[in-house]
């Protein structure tokens, strides 16, 4: 198997020389063997007439994976990190977490680009998250407003964390209502946004309790939810939201309320 450094160094190093956009997805799994890796070429491989190619390496001493992606943006990248996450855990090769970036976007400099990538992945805890690697964000990261996303759903979850640590919040997810409400006694975020279709606590209960805590400055909520009945709407604000939005939904718009509201 060719070795990662040098093989995805070279292959950045050409994309920037030739100014064209692409993708890097890390990924932390081990006992990856060449026919492993060959089938996830297979599956993976881009229609007849795609204009894009994708490129794999393996390092088995760092049990690492690493896949480039021509022209992809960190959204395209994104979905197509997804994809492979759910590959390698059915196939029981996943063994951490998953490191994404693009260029230019997450960089001016593709081979700082990949060479910090490569330090980083390394201090990642966790299995089977991804996170964003993005040299532009500094270590602003204390002073970001913060937010609980309370969603049942493993992708809404993953793509609203993603989207919003991209534009400078600092997300925490819960994934049922019980651990949602929590997660809003430990750290008070500014803003919740949060599904009515929860298990244990609805997301009903879970802006009742909320309302009842007893903080002197309740968090902000906006209701993110496929019900679209004018009793749904009405109850949610009677409870305390500021906005409801309805799926399917639009990252942008949902990011604009939220900085609206947070402002």
């Not at 690492?64 to 395209?76: F, S, T, W």
């Not at 759903?153 to 534009?167: A, S």
């Amino acid at each position: 198997m060719s070795n990662l450094v040098p093989v995805f160094y070279q292959l950045l190093t050409n994309m920037e020389a030739s100014q064209s956009a692409c993708g890097v997805i890390l990924v932390a799994c081990k006992n990856l063997a060449k026919e492993s890796l060959e089938a996830i070429k297979r599956d993976f491989a881009p229609e007849e007439k795609a204009a894009w190619e994708a490129h794999y390496a393996y390092d088995k001493t760092k049990n690492l994976l690493g896949i480039l992606i021509e022209q992809h943006n960190l959204a395209d990248t994104h979905f197509f990190a997804l994809r492979v996450k759910d590959y390698l855990q059915e196939s029981q090769l996943l063994s951490g977490s998953l490191l994404i970036a693009s260029f230019p976007e997450s960089s001016s400099s593709s081979g700082q680009l990949f060479m910090r990538m490569m330090q980083e992945i390394k201090d990642l805890e966790g299995h089977g998250e991804i996170r964003i690697y993005d040299q532009r964000k500094g270590d602003e990261a204390a002073d970001q407003a913060s937010i609980l996303l309370v969603n049942h759903d493993q992708h809404v979850n993953e793509f609203l964390r993603i989207y919003l640590e991209r534009k400078g919040y600092q997300v925490t997810v819960a994934q049922d209502g019980m651990d949602g409400m929590e997660k809003y006694r430990e750290l008070s975020p500014d803003l919740i946004i949060t599904d009515l279709n929860l298990p244990i606590l609805n997301g009903y209960q879970l802006m009742e309790r909320i309302k009842h805590h007893g903080t002197t400055a309740m968090s902000k909520i906006v209701v993110l939810t496929d019900k679209r009945l004018e009793e749904d709407v009405q109850k949610s604000f009677a409870l305390g939201a500021a906005d409801y939005i309805t799926k399917p939904f639009s990252p942008i718009e949902l990011e604009a309320r939220v900085r609206r509201l947070i402002s």
